[in-house]
């Protein structure tokens, strides 16, 4: 196990990344930081040079690959961060320099079931892209097929394992401290991370979710998946069907290939409507580098470590919420934030829907241009605040993709109506889902259901009762021992004052690390 002053060691090392970035600023500004964290910062930012306007995307690349992937999920939570720390967080761009071919190509080498020269024809030493975790080479099979080789970053897993272990032990520290901290429960933040890295580092899954997806989305015109090539994929080594086309950020020569990307975008829109709402299983990493338009229009997605899962209960609320917010239905959207438990029941439901009329009525209608999602996003976030609401880890990956394809879409038609596009789909999928005849067609397979469960209802009644909520059942977390609660004997005073300050500056380092 991992010892507290080498946590201290690597949190005071990021602390410091962060201040040279200006990126503390907004952390002693903010009055839900806890007064000790509040210190610490100002310790950690003795000696450095700091930007007048801050970055946070430099700081979380320099500090290095799970940083990265912390701060585009942080980008979905301006009511953590603030609206300008979310505007530079959402330019962090998943990039870095490759790392040298001879040690990719040996992990290739070794890594499938035959020589790497007996499996590619070719294997093009300059990658077309490297990320934290991996790079990929164009290549040639040796039964000519162009294929695209995914290949992880060697020694990428012992970092990131390192990383975490760090940050959930900062986590329980920052946690411990109550109030604001321990409402947006990081512990259950850095968990979901964790499940979510682990899964971009086993390529094998990447592969599945690849195809599970291409078998959901196959009955959708003008979006396509890539065929993977399982014969030379392992868990570290991706190997898919190569794709020509134009980056989706590249709006001029989407342009000039007469595209129409007013339909591109809505086409977007639905399609990611279709993944969370009607698949309960969505493309999470869904970012502009990651979409491709090929020379008919179809839209190619790539890139599918990062997936997210909604349960079927769930879409249901999703789907009522969406649509209770395009339609003003706030009373609706309300009772769903109950049912779901996300709002505690010692709340008023009235009071809840008249919040969110507050910050719905003044967006419904308009176009995104006139819109600054940021301050929308935090009057939200704000009245999760006052209610009482705990952060929902299983959605923040939904809300991280609703932020990029807002983003990707608002840049091919600035004037689209989110709403707009979303609401026809949502009705129909509603009534489809919801209406007489789903309802009743739902209703016999449930109690044909039921006769065959009625001894085991009987057995386990109490655990019926009462309904749960939406959230699903929080993952295990890893038992972290509190600096401060380690039995010190014979050292006194001096123990205490160590341990104290150790503890704070674990928590000034997860609060820097985790929500700046």
Same mark, same amino acid.
């Given at each position: ?195 979510w890295t682990l899964r971009e580092l086993d390529l094998r899954r990447e592969a599945a979710s690849a195809s599970e997806l291409k078998d959901a989305m196959v009955a959708v015109d003008g979006y396509m998946i890539p065929t993977i090539d399982w014969d030379r994929t392992s868990g570290r080594v991706l190997t898919l069907e190569w794709v020509d086309g134009v980056k989706i950020a590249d709006i001029d020569a989407l342009k000039a290939a007469g595209h129409d990307l007013n339909k591109m ?80 029941? &010692?709340?008023? =439901?009235?009071?809840? $829907?008249? /919040?969110?009329? %507050? !910050? #719905?009525?003044?967006?419904? +209608? ?128 001096? &123990?205490?004052? =160590?341990?104290?300050? $150790?503890? /704070?500056?674990? %928590? !000034? #380092?997860?609060?820097?690390? +985790?929500?700046?």
């Open positions: 196990m991992t010892r507290p002053a080498t946590h201290i060691f690597r949190l005071l090392k990021w602390g410091r990344i962060l201040a040279r970035h200006g990126a503390l600023r907004a952390i002693e500004a903010d009055r839900n930081t806890p007064p000790q964290v509040k210190r610490l910062c100002r310790i950690a930012r003795i000696g450095t040079r700091q930007p007048k306007v801050p970055d946070y995307a430099g700081a979380f690349r320099a500090i290095g690959p799970a940083a990265i992937k912390l701060g585009q999920t942080l980008a979905t939570r301006p009511d953590i961060i603030g609206e300008e720390a979310t505007r530079n967080l959402l330019s962090l761009q998943d990039q870095l320099p490759p790392a040298p071919f001879d040690l990719v190509y040996a992990q290739i080498d070794s890594s499938l079931n035959k020589p790497a020269a007996e499996l590619f024809e070719y294997i093009d030493p300059v990658p077309v892209g490297a990320a934290s975790i991996a790079q990929v080479h164009r290549a040639r099979t040796t039964e000519g097929t162009d294929v695209a080789v995914k290949v992880l970053r060697p020694g990428i897993r012992e970092q990131f394992a390192r990383d975490i272990e760090t940050y959930e032990w900062a986590a329980a520290h920052l946690e411990a401290l109550g109030g604001e901290a321990a409402r947006l429960r990081p512990q259950l933040v850095i968990a979901n991370l964790k499940r975008a809505e086409k977007l829109v639905l399609t990611f409507l279709r993944q969370a709402i009607s698949e309960g299983f969505f493309h999470a990493d869904m970012h502009q580098g990651n979409l491709f338009v090929r020379a008919d229009g179809t839209i190619v997605a790539i890139d599918f470590g990062i997936m997210g899962r909604i349960n079927r209960q769930a879409r249901f609320w999703l789907a009522e919420i969406l649509y209770g917010l395009t339609t003003g239905n706030y009373k609706r959207v309300a009772e769903i934030h109950f049912e779901a438990q996300y709002v505690p029941s &010692y709340h008023n =439901v009235d009071e809840f $829907a008249t /919040a969110l009329r %507050a !910050v #719905g009525e003044p967006t419904r +209608g308009k176009p995104v241009s006139e819109l600054s999602v940021g301050q929308m996003l935090d009057s939200l976030f704000a009245i999760t605040r006052d209610f009482d609401m705990q952060t929902q880890p299983h959605l923040l990956l939904l809300q991280k993709t609703m932020v990029m394809v807002e983003g990707i879409a608002t840049s091919l038609n600035p004037s689209i109506n989110m709403w707009d596009v979303a609401a026809p789909y949502v009705r129909e999928w509603i009534r489809g889902e919801l209406g007489p005849e789903a309802m009743l067609a739902d209703g016999i397979r449930k109690q044909a259901e039921t006769l065959q469960m009625i001894p085991d209802l009987i057995r386990r009644l109490d655990e019926q009762l009462p309904r749960k909520g939406g959230a699903p059942e929080p993952p295990p977390l890893p038992p972290v021992q509190l600096i401060w609660e380690r039995n010190g004997t014979g050292n006194g005073w001096r &123990y205490m004052i =160590v341990a104290l300050l $150790a503890g /704070a500056i674990g %928590a !000034v #380092g997860m609060w820097v690390v +985790g929500f700046s």
